[in-house]
């Protein structure tokens, strides 16, 4: 009888129909404890988060070769799988043969031990190997997948907007510059400034901050669009929330107010954590257990919450009326601080609270402006634990109270000609959101550093590979 090629997710998920099979993996050794005449490897493939035991009998021909090989050597192994008779260990693989494909190095930094976070951060080409991050980037191919199933489900058309831009969606001018332009040796006018028209693409171009003014074009001809691509920093923010190159999520609603807006982004966050519990339980119960013990009845209790509403008039309110001793005292027309959001969602409410109607001044040119001439109709999304998950708002549809704001903030309209005629070409009510994926991440996971919940970080003076 052949060997039958399987996964280790495939042993653990229907082990009864492998029970007393010959079967065959290729795969990592994680771990060989060596006695005179057994060696038990702790092996995976990749497939799933739990290793499976094998057992290598001294009557292996190769057995003194296989009772010393190293962490992280690539083998390939047949035998039969059977439940186990040792404690702690439902099932192993009874090895006929192990074949050795790739030894790995005995200075290999990765072993069997605990590592700090920080010293894998300088290898982040191999903590891949070990069991937080096989978690978190299994956790987040997942969520990807959540997201994409979840907008793809209602309808929504996802659109790929471009990495390389001309325009600041945020007004904030910390922006990548895109040249082609060699520092020495460049022309200028007679006023001493870079002829910017010599550009590759003819004019200065940056990497994108965001892709909100594109993705609205979509939804005038498809209604209801998304985009999830990676955007750029180039802030100097030495944080652990903050990295210079991250992912983000903007869908884009039409015909939707604010209120519409917020039922999209309570469902978004409802269904991706469902997802995870659903799909991940084993990682997500590493992660409650290893990383953060609040963790999963954090994530329950905002799956079955109803999520709160106020505006920011109202939360101000409460934080001055708290009684409690703010670092940054709270006052009306100063943007909420992380330990004001926490404040609300953790204590006032203990669960997601929307905050709405923020002061003009501390928004973004594109927010519908209220009556009231003072505030626009913008939401955050607050949560236990974090402050700050989603930020969005309703779009100013009215081309001249548009323009009016762009004059405000200093914005040029011609720069921003497409998303002007948007509004001069038949204008609509719409509204959007965005999150920040790994932002999201670390709030699923419970890790404390948006580093370890992306595979290669950009963080200021730290580029690898």
């Not at 059977?82 to 260990?89: I, R, V």
């Not at 762009?406 to 914005?411: F, H, S, V």
Request: include cysteine.
């Amino acid at each position: 009888m052949a060997y039958q090629e399987v996964s280790v997710k495939q042993l653990y998920r229907n082990p009864q129909q492998w029970l007393s099979k010959q079967v065959e993996l290729s795969g990592w050794l994680r771990q060989n404890r060596s006695q005179k005449e057994l060696a038990f490897i702790a092996f995976n493939d990749g497939s799933f988060y739990t290793n499976v035991q094998i057992v290598a009998p001294n009557t292996l021909s190769n057995f003194d070769t296989v009772a010393k090989v190293t962490t992280g050597s690539t083998i390939r192994v047949r035998g039969v799988f059977q439940e186990s008779t040792g404690a702690g260990q439902g099932h192993e693989i009874i090895a006929d043969q192990i074949e050795i494909l790739g030894l790995a190095d005995s200075s290999n930094p990765i072993q069997n031990k605990r590592h700090s976070m920080e010293f894998l951060r300088t290898i982040p080409h191999l903590r891949v190997r070990t069991n937080t991050f096989m978690a978190v980037f299994r956790v987040r191919s997942l969520l990807a997948h959540a997201i994409h199933s979840f907008f793809q489900d209602r309808g929504f058309v996802y659109v790929h907007t471009p990495i390389i831009t001309s325009a600041d969606a945020e007004g904030a001018g910390e922006m990548f510059r895109v040249t082609t332009i060699e520092p020495r040796g460049h022309k200028t006018d007679k006023q001493g400034n870079i002829k910017w028209q010599r550009e590759l693409l003819g004019k200065r171009t940056y990497l994108t901050v965001s892709g909100q003014l594109n993705v609205e074009t979509f939804c005038t001809a498809f209604r209801n669009v998304y985009t999830f691509g990676p955007t750029f920093r180039a802030e100097n923010s030495n944080t652990p929330r903050h990295a210079s190159e991250f992912w983000m999520i903007e869908p884009e609603i039409s015909f939707g107010d604010l209120n519409v807006n917020m039922d999209l982004a309570e469902d978004m966050t409802k269904f991706m954590i469902q997802y995870l519990l659903d799909h991940a339980s084993e990682e997500m119960d590493f992660f409650n257990t290893r990383i953060d013990t609040g963790l999963l009845l954090r994530l329950e209790n905002i799956v079955k919450s109803d999520f709160a509403r106020i505006t920011y008039t109202e939360a101000i309110d409460l934080l001055q009326k708290s009684g409690k001793n703010f670092e940054f005292p709270p006052e009306w027309g100063v943007d909420l601080q992380t330990e004001h959001e926490r404040f609300l969602a953790e204590e006032t409410f203990q669960k997601p609270v929307f905050v709405t109607d923020y002061p003009k001044t501390i928004k973004a040119f594109y927010m519908r402006r209220n009556e009231d001439g003072k505030t626009v109709r913008a939401m955050d999304m607050l949560v236990p634990g974090v402050g700050e998950l989603i930020g969005g708002s309703q779009r100013e549809e009215r081309l001249d109270v548009l323009l009016a704001s762009m004059e405000e903030n200093g914005i040029a309209p011609e720069e921003y000609k497409p998303y002007v005629d948007l509004r001069r070409f038949g204008t609509f009510e719409h509204s959007g959101f965005g999150l920040g994926f790994e932002r999201a991440m670390m709030y699923m996971t419970g890790m404390k550093n948006i580093r370890d919940v992306i595979p290669y970080p950009r963080t200021p003076k730290n580029v690898f590979f």
